[in-house]
């Protein structure tokens, strides 16, 4: 009698694949995000207190959690591709918001520029794994 596995089989690198809706969802929680960076940004920028806009905070954290589970766990390529070592450095660089407004400034624009320039890039520099040194697709990319 064959065994069955439990493990993920190499063909299929990832929790969650396609799902209905996926799509939709990761519009919608993209301009969520959008419109809650628009808030932090904005408070930062004109050095409003924490408490007027913590829930723009809560929700930019929360929609961004969730975009990266979803690309993460539809792809663990993603772990290693230049995309989403882009979002380590990025959740990196917001762990030092905090007190200095000049540090939080500094912060926020470089993460506005982070987040534009790779989003914009092209498929050469984004599915870039830094494991493989090539640029890879798919899991069947990453071999030979």
Known sequence: MKKKSTS???????LLGDFAGKRWLKISLR??????IIGVGGAILFEVPFSSWIWYWYAAVSTGV?????????????LVQVRGIIIYIK?????????????????LVTVVIMSAVISHAPGDIRYYSVIHRRKIMSYTDSKG
Request: aromatic share 6%.
């Open 91 to 107: 959740l990196a660089l917001l762990m030092l918001l905090g007190g200095n407004m000049l540090v939080n400034q500094l912060v």
């Open 66 to 78: 969730l975009m990266v589970a979803i690309d993460a766990l539809s792809n663990f390529l993603w």
């Open 8 to 14: 993920l089989s190499p063909r299929k690198l990832s």
């Open 31 to 36: 301009t969520l995000h959008i419109f809650s």
